[in-house]
């Protein structure tokens, strides 16, 4: 299955490690490259982006309403083997998900979880949206049977984007928003979640958003200890860090973890 990557590499020496952005549902490699991909090149990481099957530029939107949380999983790890030296990998929302998924299957430099799906699933997510955003949750409902365009994207816009977001970046945004497997939202239910167990050796950042109306802080809590991680919440912000307005606090807070995470421990020690 052909898969879209979008890479941007550094000018200069490149960083040991590379870096593996996942994307969220309904989404594809598109939404990394506005800030993210170009922003870590130039500090001398290797950053690439994949679209899973059925998202963006990728094969398999025929076959997206079979498709299933593990076909993502496949998706990523067949990116990841091509990419030497193993990559750490970045995951937003559903991606998340997947990247957690991996970790359970192969040893990888480290990981970042931005706004992710927690280990326990959506369903206590979903319940929150059910009574607290009932507008959102019509919208959700329409845009999985049918894509986001045809929900209005209303409730939308302001569950991804904080009210002084840029409109050209939300402009820019909504339209490109597809379709998502219905498989994949029970999976994320409870049909296919990864071991909720500590996972001590492995570096990890969580990260999430005040104002995430998808993924609460009690989530982002209980992902963070469940792998002994550094946690960091972002004030203000909505569920799609990537592309808010102060996107590039986000970004040096994960420059600062990875440079920190990924050093020789001969260097750390001055050695």
């Not at 929150?128 to 816009?157: H, K």
């Amino acid at each position: 299955m052909n898969l879209e990557v979008i890479s941007r590499m550094p000018k200069g020496a490149a960083k040991p490690a590379s870096l593996l952005f996942v994307h969220g549902a309904f989404a594809g490699a598109w939404v990394w490259d506005v800030h993210f991909l170009p922003w870590f090149a130039e500090r001398g990481y290797a950053a690439h982006a994949l679209s899973l099957r059925g998202h963006g530029a990728s094969a398999g939107i025929e076959r997206l309403t079979r498709t299933r949380l593990r076909d993502y999983v496949t998706d990523v790890e067949r990116v990841m083997a091509e990419l030497p030296p193993p990559p750490v990998l970045i995951g937003h929302s559903l991606g998340g998900m997947v990247v957690q998924k991996i970790l359970h299957r192969q040893p990888v430099p480290g990981a970042v979880l931005m706004g992710s799906a927690p280990p326990h699933g959506m369903i206590g997510s979903f319940g929150g949206i059910a009574f607290g955003n009932p507008e959102l949750l019509r919208e959700l409902v329409i845009a999985q049977a049918m894509g986001p365009a045809a929900s209005g994207t209303r409730a939308l816009r302001r569950a991804l984007f904080s009210d002084d977001a840029v409109e050209a970046t939300v402009n820019h945004t909504l339209p490109r928003l597809g379709p998502e497997s219905p498989l994949v939202a029970l999976d994320l239910f409870g049909l296919d979640l990864p071991p909720s167990t500590p996972m001590l050796d492995l570096p990890v950042l969580v990260i999430g958003a005040e104002n995430d109306a998808f993924v609460f802080e009690g989530a982002v809590k209980a992902t963070a200890d469940t792998y002994r991680a550094e946690m960091e919440m972002f004030p203000g912000m909505a569920h799609a860090m990537m592309l808010e307005r102060e996107w590039e606090a986000v970004a040096e807070r994960m420059l600062t973890w990875l440079d920190g995470a990924l050093a020789d421990p001969a260097e750390q020690t001055g050695t």
